[in-house]
């Protein structure tokens, strides 16, 4: 029950969200995305949650920075209908190419740190 109760004050959570802030909704969300797909399954080490943390974000990176780069227009025309849908300011063309390099040589770089 406890469970139940909680995961619909979330929903509620995110349904106020959406309706209020859109844009950050939106970032919440594929923030949200980032963390669930990389964490998933993940090898946990225990004595280094740090390292587990970033480990997770920089996978669940690859899920946006791959497709960004392959398909470059598909990805804004994604983003941006999600934005419309919900009533968000559009990225254009040049924040969304400025925002895919720069994940991009994070996730290469932590990657490489790791």
């Known amino acids: 029950m406890r469970f139940l109760v909680s995961y619909l004050a979330l929903a509620a ?33 225990p004595q280094r949650p740090a390292l587990w943390v970033v480990h997770s974000v920089l996978r669940g990176t690859l899920l946006f920075v791959i497709p960004a780069f392959a398909w470059p227009a598909e990805m804004l025309h994604i983003i941006n209908s999600l934005l419309y849908f919900t009533g968000g300011q559009l990225v254009t063309a040049a924040v969304f190419t400025s925002a895919a390099q720069g994940a991009g040589w994070v996730v290469l770089l932590g990657h490489l740190g790791l």
């Open 13 to 45: 959570v995110v349904v106020v969200g959406w309706w209020l802030w859109p844009s950050a909704a939106v970032l919440f969300f594929f923030l949200l995305t980032i963390w669930h797909w990389g964490s998933a399954d993940a090898p946990t080490q």
